[in-house]
C-alpha cells in the first residue's frame, strides 16, 4: 500500500471518528472555508487571504505558454493559439468575477496538490461556482485525471459548452 494511499485512509477513519464523535455525518465534516481573492495566477489557481494558494478542484484550464499539456487539448481539437488566448480569457474572467471578493471554499479530493495549493471548489457570494462557470464559459476543461465529487456535473458541463461552440470550443 503507498504512503499516499495510507495517508489518505488514515485522514478518512480519523475525520469519521470525529463525525461520530460529534454527532455529524461525514460529508457535514467538510469544512467550508472563506477568504478574499488577493491574486488571480492564472485561470485555476489563486491566492486566497488566510488560506494561501488555491487550485480549482477539477478543472485546467490552458497554460499562458505553450508546455507539454497542449498535448491533451489537440486531442480535443483545440489549436495552440486558441489556447494561448483562452488562457489570457480565463485568467481575466477570474480577474473580473473573484479579485478583491470574498469566497468560500469546499476542499474536496487529497486536500492539496503536489504544489501545496489546497483543491477546492469555489463559490462566489451568490452560491454561483466558479469552477462550473469556467466550464460553462468554455474557458475550462475538466480534470479527468482524478476523481472528485462534481466530476459526472462537471463533464456534462463541459460537454454543453463544447455543443454550444462556446469560448475555446468556436470552430
Not at 475550462?140 to 476523481?147: E, L, M, P, T
Request: aromatic letters at 8%.
Amino acid at each position: 500500500m503507498s504512503l499516499r494511499l495510507r495517508t489518505g485512509l488514515r485522514a478518512l477513519a480519523i475525520g469519521l471518528a470525529l463525525g461520530l464523535l460529534l454527532g455529524t455525518n461525514a460529508s457535514a465534516a467538510r469544512q467550508e472555508l472563506r477568504g478574499r481573492v488577493l491574486w488571480v495566477y492564472d485561470g485555476d489557481s489563486l491566492k486566497v487571504e488566510g488560506i494561501g494558494q488555491v487550485r480549482l478542484i477539477g478543472i485546467d484550464t490552458p497554460e499562458r505558454e505553450a508546455s507539454g499539456r497542449d498535448r491533451f487539448y489537440r486531442k480535443l481539437g483545440v489549436a495552440p493559439e486558441t489556447l494561448r488566448s483562452t488562457a489570457e480569457k480565463a485568467r481575466q474572467f477570474n480577474i473580473r468575477v473573484v479579485k478583491g471578493r470574498a469566497v468560500s471554499l469546499v476542499p474536496d479530493g487529497d486536500g492539496r496538490d503536489r504544489y501545496g495549493r489546497l483543491l477546492a471548489y469555489v463559490y462566489l457570494p451568490d452560491g454561483r461556482l466558479l469552477n462550473r462557470l469556467l466550464l460553462e464559459n468554455g474557458l475550462a476543461v475538466v480534470y479527468r485525471r482524478f476523481d472528485f465529487r462534481l466530476k459526472e456535473d462537471f463533464l456534462a458541463t463541459e460537454a454543453e459548452a463544447r455543443r454550444e461552440a462556446r469560448g475555446m470550443w468556436k470552430p
